[in-house]
């Protein structure tokens, strides 16, 4: 069977998403990165720019977008509607953390599920010449939450997990691992992805005010236990699910989410600090550059480990 040639594309970038992109374009020389100017009036409103925009008629285009904060979404969604309508090939817009995933519900009449409202914006993307947008996502909060999209785009879901599972293989006990789950959401997510490796499963219960944290299943005694999940806010489940789980034996605790949103600096409580018992510190925390403002927080500070996203989004651009 002949090999199929691959498409040059052209990717663009918000200012946030920079370092990434960069990474990207080095994975493929079929990756070219192209420049936006981003401007504002007086008045705080965007004076955007694109360059070159003669130039990518009938090409493969593609966006690299960090909704960090509702303040920059306005001018990234400006040029996000404005690409496919440059006569281009096709246009895919990645999007490595969908920031209103965790909103995908009503508990009550009144409540605004956010994460439908920023699916419908997107699934009003301009179709481009080649047809519906493609939008590449990783481990969105909620699986059910592709349906909130349109016809007129094609959601493109990835996962971070391959990244995990090769660093998991590198430790020096990677005959010795199990995976925790905080709780039956992130179970259901994750673990027909590791489902070779043994499994704990906690829950959370709360009792007025308290989250309490407790071990469901499983049997982590003696082993290196790497807790799952997709994001992390302020981290406090994280760490009382390390107390439980070394409470029953676990000889290491660690972290992987594909997403560390970590609002306020809540990732100081989880750097090494000097003396610190290490019965109460993870052994590592990985998490991938999915969230461009919290990995220039914590490069180089223990235990934090960054697993780039920019091999796989390559690979996604050739989909």
Known sequence: MEKLTKKQ??????VEAEQLARKIAAQSEHIELQSINWRSFDDGFPNLFINNAQDIRDQHVSFLASFSSPAVIFEQLSVIFALPRLFVASFTLVLPFFPTGSFERMEEEGDVATAFTMARIL?????S????????IYDIHALQERFYFGDNVLPCFETGIP?????LQQLPDADN???????????KRFHKQLDHFPMVVCAKVREG????????EGNPSGCHVVIVDDLVQSGGTLIECQKVLAAHGATKVSAYVTHAVFPKNSWEKFVHKNGENSNKAFAYFWTTDSCSPTV?????????????LAGSIADALQI
């Open 177 to 187: 691992i199990v995976i925790a789950f905080p709780d039956d959401g992130a179970w």
């Open 123 to 127: 699934s009003n993307i301009p179709i």
């Open 209 to 216: 005010e308290k989250r309490i944290v407790r071990l469901k």
């Open 9 to 14: 594309v052209f990717l663009f970038y918000c």
């Open 296 to 308: 220039k927080s914590i490069e180089n500070k223990a235990p934090f480990e960054v697993l780039s």
């Open 129 to 136: 010449r080649g047809g519906p947008t493609s939008i590449v």
């Open 163 to 167: 990244l995990l599972k090769q660093r």
